[in-house]
């Protein structure tokens, strides 16, 4: 039984030869952990007591009165980590245990997937590596010190011409793979990549949206007219968005970072068809076909790529994507903190900021994916508001 390897016609496995017997033993593994009772047994153990699942769907009321309608917010930010990405590293660690490896190597963006991933490490006594642009290492440095303290040794990536930032990251985690495909796993934090990554780590992050499904229902008793969450690579609106997919009167809406008006992130709303890192999907690239790169105010949005599934939702109509300024997000962190006394992160501020300039009518239900809080981005977020 294979998962699935492609959606529509997006998705695939575009990477070197020397990479393919890695993808096809963790294929293997992740089959087989799929049905296996006793590995779904585990992870929901640490989903559970380690990380502290269910998240709450929390009410919020004040922000509802802003917005105009009910609005929910699916509390990813209180997961142990800070962010969604905990769901799918404690799902690969097990993986990476399960297949015997001694060491995980990572990307990260924003860093929160670099302290999942570290946090992880230590749980399971396997050592961990993370690549990390000089870009992002110098804007989400709090998190730099958190994966330090868990034991981690954090790579410094400069590829680009002016920085490092999570596309390069990707890069250099592969180019490290493929040298060392039999002792290391590579722990990829988004649904992007080649096969199995897009359909593994999105069945990793569908809790999310199941959850929500069964808590929306118990305290409305009827489903939302709209799901929100930002898209960098897409991992944490696949993971909401999983569940409600076949109900059709759920708007899926995916929010991409518009960034400063003139670089931005925003990859399903303006970029074109291609092949990058891996697979067939959506790519920021110029008219020779060239990548370009990705800006946003947020680390772990920069990303010129998006996963397969998201491109496929995208092209059938299922969902709609859309994109925010970086003033808009910031100004959402400072509502959201003012109205409901949460700090979220800038990646999910981009969410709520959809929110705040989405056409609703009273009577209407919205769920917002908090995918993480925004500890990490103080620093930032007062440099930004000083200088602007
Ligand atoms: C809090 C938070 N939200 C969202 C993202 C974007 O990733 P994804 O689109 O895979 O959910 C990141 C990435 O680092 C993040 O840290």
Not at 96 to 117: L, N, S, V, Y
Not at 323 to 339: G, H, I, N, P, Y
Request: glycine share 12%; with cysteine.
């Amino acid at each position: 039984m294979k998962a699935e390897t492609h959606f529509g016609k997006f998705g695939g496995t575009f990477v070197p030869e020397t990479l393919m017997p890695a993808l096809e033993e963790l294929e293997l593994a992740y089959l087989e952990a799929k049905k296996d009772p006793v590995f779904q047994k585990q992870l929901s153990y640490y989903l559970k007591h380690y990380a502290g699942r269910p998240t709450p769907l929390y009410y919020a009321e004040n922000l509802s009165k802003r917005v105009g309608c009910k609005v929910y917010l699916k509390r990813e930010d209180l997961l142990h980590g800070g962010a969604h990405k905990t769901n799918n590293v404690l799902g690969q660690a097990l993986l990476a245990k399960t297949m015997g490896k001694k060491r995980i190597i990572a990307e990260t963006g924003a860093g929160q997937h670099g302290i999942a991933t570290a946090m992880a490490g230590a749980l399971f006594g396997i050592s961990v590596e993370i690549y990390m642009g000089i870009e992002d290492i110098k804007r989400q440095e709090l998190n730099v010190l958190r994966m330090k303290l868990c034991g981690a040794t954090v790579h410094p990536v400069e590829i680009s011409l002016n920085k490092g930032s999570l596309k390069d990251a990707v890069s250099e985690a592969l180019r490290d793979w493929t040298t060392n495909i039999r002792d290391t796993y590579y722990c990829l934090g988004t649904v992007a990549g080649p096969y199995p990554y897009p359909s593994m780590v999105r069945d990793f992050q569908k809790i999310i949206g199941e959850e929500a499904r069964k808590q929306i229902l118990d305290a409305e008793a009827k489903l939302p007219g709209a799901i929100l969450a930002c898209v960098g690579g897409g991992s944490n609106a696949i993971g909401i968005f999983h569940a409600f997919i076949p109900d059709a009167g759920v708007r899926l809406i995916g929010v991409e970072p518009g960034g400063d008006g003139k670089k931005h992130g925003a990859t399903l709303s303006q970029g074109r068809e291609g092949i990058f890192q891996g697979a067939h999907s959506f790519v920021l690239q110029d008219n020779h076909g060239q990548i370009e790169e990705a800006y946003s105010i947020s680390a772990g949005l920069d990303y010129p790529g998006v996963g397969p599934q998201h491109a496929h939702l995208k092209e059938i109509g299922r969902a709609q994507y859309v994109s925010v300024t970086d003033r808009e997000a910031v100004e959402a962190v400072s509502v959201l903190s003012k109205d409901e006394g949460i700090i979220p992160a800038l990646e999910s501020a981009h969410a709520v900021a959809y929110a705040l300039r989405m056409q609703v009518k009273n009577g209407d239900l919205i769920i917002i994916n908090l995918s993480g809080r925004g500890d990490k981005d103080m620093y930032h977020i007062q440099k930004y508001l000083e200088v602007k």
